[in-house]
């Protein structure tokens, strides 16, 4: 019912910048919140960042100051603006949002199928 699709990753070298992009799409009334998780090989699926429906942000303590997410609620987007980034960012980055597919209905959080970073020279 409800499709999240990532876009942006790649091979990047260390200090470069990517922006990650998140579309959603399907039977959707309205998005709560909306965030980006990583995980790197060998580790747990950790939280990067996420993002209220009113905009309020969180990120974790070893992104902030370099990424920044973001979020246009009329297209159903979220991104995540990537700065000097380093080899240790190097993971599977997933979006996952809150939608609700109907007034009456509880939200229900989907995941994308992840994009791959990179970071190495």
């Known amino acids: 019912q409800v499709q999240l699709v990532e876009s942006g990753g790649g091979l990047v070298q260390p200090g470069g910048s990517l922006r990650l992009s998140c579309a959603a799409s399907?039977?959707?009334?309205?998005?709560?919140?909306m965030g980006w998780y990583r995980q790197a090989p060998g580790k747990q699926r950790e939280l990067v960042a996420t993002?209220?429906?009113?905009?309020?942000?969180n990120a974790a303590d070893s992104v902030k100051g370099r990424f920044t997410i973001s979020r246009d609620t009329a297209k159903n987007m979220v991104y995540l603006q990537m700065n000097n980034l380093k080899p240790e960012d190097t993971a599977v980055y997933y979006c996952?949002?809150?939608?609700?597919?109907?007034?009456?209905?509880?939200?229900?959080?989907?995941w994308g199928q992840g994009t791959q970073v990179t970071v190495s020279s």
């Open positions: 993002i209220s429906s009113g905009g309020t942000t």
């Open positions: 399907g039977s959707i009334f309205s998005i709560n919140a």
């Open positions: 996952n949002s809150v939608v609700k597919t109907t007034r009456w209905t509880a939200g229900t959080l989907y």
